[in-house]
Each structure stands twice: as C-alpha cells, then as structure tokens.
C-alpha cells in the first residue's frame, strides 16, 4: 500500500484514539491500580481528573517505548496481513487535498478512515490490547511476582518480548477474525 503521510498520521491517531476510548470504559485490575496509585501520590505536574492514567500515566507501559512500539508493531502487521479482507486499498482520500499536510487534512483523513472497513478491526484489537497488563515493573505497590513478570519488557530484549506477547493474546481472542490474522502473522513471524 502506498500510503502518503496524511492517511499514515490518519491512521496513527486512530489507532491510539481508539486504544484511549476502551481504556476509558473498562476497569481491569491492572487500570484501577494505576489510577490509585497516582491519586495516592498526587504528582503536582498531573491533573488526573483530565488524563486516564492507566492510557499515559508514569507507570503505563504504553507510554514507554517498548508500549508503543509494541501497539504500533502489532497493529501495523495485523492491517498488513489483513489488508485484504480489511479492503485498506479501497481508503482513498481527496487527491487534490491529500498532498497538503494540515490539521483539515488531517482530521478529515480521521474522518474518512473512521468510515472504512479497519476501523471496526482496529476496535477489536483496542480491546484486547486493553485487556494487557501495562503496568510498568516500576509501579508502586506491585506484588514481587508481577514485578518480575513486567520486568521483562525492559531493555531491548522488551521490544521482542511485548510483541510476543500481543500476538499472543491476539491469538488467543474469541474473534474469529483477529485470530485467524494473529495466527498467520505469528508463522509469518515465527513465533
């Protein structure tokens, strides 16, 4: 696919746009303890009536580097090995107006992805990629067994491992349709 920086940006956003509105609506053991324990430490810089700290608070993982990376990772492999069944061809965008990198641009880009056939895919994996434990191994008040098991996505080695990871909870999903994709990715992968 040949895709210019509009519907490339277009599709970063949404990709985290959607990952923000499911952490927003669930409560999963892991969120309520990064909620709590920032509110526990009031950090003066943070105003945590405004941003859900289980999504980018100091202890998310997906705020780090291996977190993003990883969400990007799988969610880009994912669309690619689906880009078929998703008809992520058939995205086109105003040519006259798609050359011209604005805010407009931008947002209508948003717009126009929000209405193709990825988007309900890309909720899906939102929600089981939500359902991840992302606290970091630095959280406080973590018992020392999830410690250790979170400790493993630091470093470089991390990178490989929350990958790893995702694709498998990916496989394992109850939607056909995701794991039917996360399998053939994962023995295009070889994991």
């Known amino acids: 696919m040949q895709w210019n920086r509009i ?3 277009a599709f970063l956003i949404v990709v985290w746009q959607a990952i923000q509105t499911v952490i927003l609506g669930m409560d999963e053991p892991w969120m309520r303890h990064l909620r709590s324990v ?3 430490e009031s950090l003066p810089l943070l105003n945590a009536n405004q941003t859900d700290l289980a999504f980018s608070g100091p202890y998310s993982l997906l705020a780090t580097d291996q ?3 990883g969400v990007l990772q799988v969610t880009n492999d994912m669309c690619f090995i689906g880009a078929d069944i998703l008809k992520l061809s058939e ?9 011209v990198i604005n805010d407009d641009a931008i947002s209508e880009s948003v717009k126009t992805l929000r209405e193709q056939p990825v988007y309900p895919f890309l909720e899906k994996i939102a929600r089981i990629i939500a359902e991840f434990d992302w606290r970091a191994s630095s959280t ?3 018992d020392e067994e999830t410690r250790r098991g979170q400790m493993v996505y630091k470093g470089s ?8 990871q995702l694709i ?3 496989c394992d999903a109850k939607d056909q349709e995701i794991s039917r994709i996360a399998e053939r ?3 295009v992968l070889k994991y």
């Open 185 to 187: 990715l994962r023995g």
């Open 140 to 142: 406080p008040q973590l």
């Open 91 to 99: 995205w086109v965008l105003d040519e006259l107006k798609s050359d």
């Open 7 to 9: 519907k490339q940006g």
């Open 67 to 69: 977190g993003v990376r």
């Open 38 to 40: 920032i509110r526990q």
């Open 168 to 170: 498998r909870r990916l």
């Open 157 to 164: 080695s991390g990178y490989k491992e929350m990958r790893l």
